[in-house]
């Protein structure tokens, strides 16, 4: 091998280290940069981070679902999407749907949903009976789009869980706009809600029935 050829192996051997060190980011400086009060730091944080492959990485990405920021945690959602092995999506449904935060949880329902997960609806029963009324909102219509008529069960069974009326009457309407039929029973049952919201949906539903039935609930 001449001299010209030494270098070009070199050359390329130190390209190749460079790669190597790019792809594998020091611990400590992720962290740290996850620890920043400013938010370009942890945005440099999940793109190096999506690089990294690893249930270690895919923790902390989750960890970043629930951050201050909404770019920040988009970022992250995105960068959990590549990730579709079975290991990573266990991560994502034991930590992502216990995280303190509510945004995370949102966000990793929907992510275990895009990837229709085996126990998808346990995940979604959770979601929908979650302390968060906006987590229960949004569930109602993951569970929609996820399981269409086969969630009707889940879907009216939420009617019942907590008192704010709005995730309640999304529920209510998400069954009728499956099934008519149920939906209108099931919206005569709760004319009185104690939730305006309820008895909002309810009266929109019954009033929606053809002849002297519609006009009589209305």
């Known amino acids: 091998m001449n001299r010209r050829n030494v270098a070009q192996f070199c050359l390329a051997l130190l390209c190749l280290a460079g790669l190597c060190l790019a792809a594998a980011p020091d611990p400590r400086d992720v962290l740290r940069l996850l620890e920043s009060r400013d938010a370009r730091d942890r945005l440099r944080a999940v793109k190096l981070l999506k690089e990294v492959k690893g249930t270690g990485a895919t923790a902390r990405l989750v960890q970043v679902l629930g951050d201050e920021d909404a770019e920040v945690r988009s970022r992250a959602e995105s960068a959990l999407k590549l990730r579709g092995g079975p290991d990573d999506l266990a991560m994502i449904a ?5 995280h303190p935060r509510p ?3 949102r966000a990793a329902l929907r992510l275990l949903a895009a990837r229709r997960v085996p126990d998808l609806l346990r995940h ?3 979601a929908l009976a979650d302390r968060d009324p906006v987590t229960r909102e949004a569930a109602v219509g993951i569970t929609v789009n996820a399981l269409a008529s086969r969630g009707l069960p889940t879907l009216a069974a939420a009617l019942t869980r907590g008192r704010e009326g709005r995730p309640r009457a999304t529920a209510l309407l998400a069954v009728a706009g499956l099934d008519g039929e149920r939906g209108a029973e099931i919206a005569r049952k709760v004319l009185c809600d104690r939730a305006l919201e309820v008895r909002v949906a309810a009266t929109e539903i019954l009033a929606g029935i053809p002849g002297e039935r519609g006009l009589a609930a209305a």
């Open 94 to 98: 034991s930590r992502g749907m216990k």
């Open 103 to 105: 945004a995370a949880r």
């Open 124 to 126: 979604l029963e959770a």
